[in-house]
């Protein structure tokens, strides 16, 4: 019997894939699993008995990756689950800077008593003309999921896509249309395009990405659009490129107070992943991890531990191993199951940066008591019985 809590609501057509063996508490700290959206963990107290975080969505900067880690907590994600959602708000957020369709729609409900509109509004339009898109050069920074399919709408809307990521993913570049010329530097993009859509996570090296010395390389007038994350812009510098015209519109959907008192800002309320799709998607991804981990010892779509997918147990036993990434760790794992005569069947090891771990099959059934033993070593994180 597993126990897991909601952090916020999670759709009903992801709750409802778990089976009789969950029980819901709304006690984090007797939760086997945690399922959360956007509610911020970071000055949680984290119990020992919490194996699984799953955030239904992409971004993680809520959760505290790191202390999750080295109390050999995975946390997953569900890249891909909303990007559909993300993608659609990328083509009326395109439409919208190119035309001024909120001006229009503004000055509309202005004369809302106007007798005379019909006649007015052809003398009114001009001052909201725009431009078309097709043709125009566009440059997708990212590409992930969500930037794949940017990439790709963009394209059929007949513009001239140029794509850079610096770790694009063999499947991403096959999913990718065959009219997206790749770049290698960001500095390709920045010299070229007439717009600019960052789809990146928030790390260490791209906070801030787009500042003053990006801007400087840019064509005078170019257009940001950030579907992504607040921070990937520094608002200072983005607030200087928009009053001097370097930047002729920014789109973004992280409004905060600096970015709304900017002029020729376009800001939504965080839509990116607001569609009843996408939350459906998010939460049945989720939940689905969740019960391979829980169930299987399996681990997909982690974003402080490895991947690492033993498929279904078919032994008598199988244990895992959350532990730091060291010499001589395996050696230590194994030298446990050979002292208390235990055969392993299959073992997979994987590891990611500082943290690895270990699925182990056995030909005997897993005890409490290999358990404690394999606990007991220097820098095992955490051990779970499966079977």
């Not at 399919?149 to 809307?157: D, I, Q």
């Amino acid at each position: 019997m597993f126990k897991y809590t909601c952090l916020n609501p999670i759709a009903e057509v992801g709750l409802g894939n778990l089976t009789d063996n969950y029980v819901k508490t709304d006690d984090a700290a007797d939760a086997d699993a945690i399922l959360v959206r956007s509610a911020a963990m970071h000055d949680m107290e984290l119990s020992d008995k919490l194996c699984a975080v799953a955030r239904a969505g992409a971004g993680v900067n809520n959760i505290p990756l790191d202390k999750c880690a080295e109390k050999g907590i995975v946390v997953f994600n569900t890249p891909g689950a909303n990007a559909n959602g993300v993608k659609e708000l990328f083509v009326s957020s395109i439409l919208l800077a190119a035309r001024d369709i909120v001006g229009g729609i503004e000055w509309t409900k202005e004369n809302a008593d106007n007798a005379n509109i019909s006649k007015d509004m052809e003398k009114a339009k001009k001052q909201f003309a725009g431009t078309e898109i097709m043709g125009k050069k566009i440059g997708v920074i990212g590409l992930g999921a969500i930037g794949v399919l940017v990439a790709n709408v963009a394209n059929r809307m007949k513009m001239d896509v140029y794509g850079v990521d610096p770790f694009l993913s063999v499947n991403s570049a096959l999913s990718l249309s065959r009219d997206v010329t790749i770049v290698k530097s960001y500095e390709e993009i920045y010299k070229t395009c007439d717009y600019i859509t960052i789809h990146v996570p928030l790390l260490e090296d791209t906070k801030g990405m787009l500042n003053k010395a990006a801007f400087d390389q840019m064509k005078d007038g170019v257009v940001i659009l950030n579907m992504a994350r607040d921070t990937l812009v520094n608002d200072d510098d983005m607030k200087a490129a928009l009053e001097s015209g370097k930047v002729a519109k920014y789109v973004t959907d992280f409004p905060n107070p600096a970015v709304m008192k900017m002029p020729n800002v376009i800001a939504t309320p965080h839509l990116g992943a607001s569609t009843a799709e996408s939350e459906d998607n998010c939460a049945v991804m989720a939940v689905d991890e969740i019960r391979n981990f829980m169930e299987n010892g399996n681990i997909i779509n982690s974003v402080n531990f490895p991947n690492c997918d033993a498929g279904v147990p078919d032994t008598k036993g199988r244990i895992t191993v959350a532990h730091k990434n060291v010499p001589k760790m395996i050696n230590a794992l194994t030298n446990v199951f050979s002292d208390e005569d235990i055969n392993i069947a299959h073992m997979t090891n994987k590891s990611r940066g500082d943290y690895a771990y270990c699925i182990f099959d056995i030909d005997s059934e897993s005890t409490q008591s290999l358990a404690d033993k394999l606990s007991a070593i220097d820098g095992v994180l955490k051990v779970r019985i499966i079977k």
